[in-house]
């Protein structure tokens, strides 16, 4: 798969979209945005930009579709139906399998929901020397379910979910820094030190993905985490909802550096 | 004193200037930049502002005047001889006294620089809406000697000295963006939570000012702080050096919202 990676964004949904390109996306077309995605019936449309609107560190959107039409011109010529490599779909909330595109499940009721990513941000902290635990050791970035309440909207609601990079307090001032120019891919962290202060009862624990170690003199940074729009999907229960596979996201025409507000 | 607070700098330096107003300026002619005064011998000044420049964050300089010259022009109509308040001389590096004014003292050898302060970042803070401890209890801000070594510079080196405030992490993050903005007046904090790991023995016990509580959920906030550079001076003695009596600054009409880079 590496002829890949350098691929422009459009080159590289096309090779998804024709079924040549399968699984994770990291890495690939560096430089460009990746984005969540979230496809709900239009019924919960309003409820849940509304939601986003009101929670914007952890859902942070990006672009959205008009009702039925699986374009989003914002993000470039994506395909909402086939240009994430494989998809989840949920019933009533809960899983109900994963297809490699949505050609038969898309119907004009669908609004899509495409939503900012922390890769956007890992990216300018690599760039600016600042090491990233989880990308060293080639694993998950480790997140954490907590205790802070998202402003409830409709149907959505819950709490939020974030993933943690353990750094020196040098470092995390320079990561805030940096993320601060980033607040359509979560921006600023939420929180740093104490987990419990936030509700996380474990650290060695992630709810999510896998442990990082927090060497001495790191303390635990914690950013808002795009798996918390995913969760309020689930507790909201529509009777269909869809999101991309984690990891395998939609790769949009949008320069990382152009989300940088200064 | 209450009538001069709301003056404009040109009015309060000539009140200072003429015997009508003594003691600390924190308070007056809100908006303005305060400066932190050092006035050296002309043989150690090129040594001196390499010394800041290499240590930008502890030495912040906002002006410097020409060789024997009393004024600096960028910062408003200030003459250096009369318009702090109140002056500490030091001969060879130790302390000789305060004078009212360096009429008397000043000769065409010495030159002037002015120092940013954190006056200035505290005022953004506070616009916020940020807590700051120490101004809330009325008492001067802990500072403390670090292991932060300065970058030398000639007879200038010795390590930073630090001021703290006390912060929630969401707090610290928020203070962390708005001081960033200001690099003219020590901008981001240098560390925070573990004092060890800057050489801090004793959080309780500050090496200057006054001790500011820590309450559950707060962590300390280190910022780099101007009394390095007069520590600085003191250990490179020279054989006169004049500094401002400490809170006794001078005012500038330079504008601390000038001072923000974005």
Redesign the interface.
């Known amino acids: 798969m590496n002829s890949t990676i350098w691929m422009n964004p459009d080159d590289l949904r096309r090779e998804i979209r024709e079924g040549r390109f399968r699984g994770p996306t990291a890495g690939h077309s560096p430089g460009y945005t990746q984005g969540n995605l979230a496809i709900l019936p239009r019924e919960f449309s309003e409820e849940f930009l509304r939601f986003c609107r009101l929670n914007p560190k952890a859902c942070p959107v990006i672009g959205v579709s008009e009702p039925g039409d699986w374009r989003v011109p914002e993000l470039g010529e994506v395909d909402l139906r086939t240009d994430a490599p494989a998809y989840c779909v949920f019933r009533d909330g809960e899983p109900a399998g994963e297809v490699l595109d949505l050609r038969e499940l898309w119907t004009d009721d669908m609004v899509g929901f495409v939503i900012g990513c922390s890769m956007s941000f890992e990216e300018a902290l690599l760039e600016a020397g600042l090491p990233i635990r989880h990308i060293e050791q080639a694993t998950t970035v480790p997140m954490y379910d907590t205790s802070i309440a998202n402003v409830p909207s409709g149907r959505f609601g819950g709490t939020m979910v974030v993933s943690m990079r353990p750094m020196t ?2 470092q ?2 320079r990561a ?2 940096i993320t ?1 120019r980033f607040p359509g891919v979560h921006g ?7 987990p419990a ?1 936030i509700g996380i009862r474990n650290i060695e624990q992630p709810d999510y993905g896998e442990r990082s170690e927090i060497q001495p ?1 790191e ?1 635990p940074v914690f950013w808002a985490c795009g798996v918390t729009p995913q969760r309020a999907i689930r507790t909201a229960r529509p009777k269909l909802a869809i999101t991309h596979k984690p990891g395998q996201m939609l790769v949009s025409d949008v320069r990382n550096s152009h989300l940088a507000v ?1």
């Open positions: 307090p040098q995390a001032i805030i820094q601060s600023a962290p939420v929180h740093f030190g104490d202060a003199g303390v200064f």
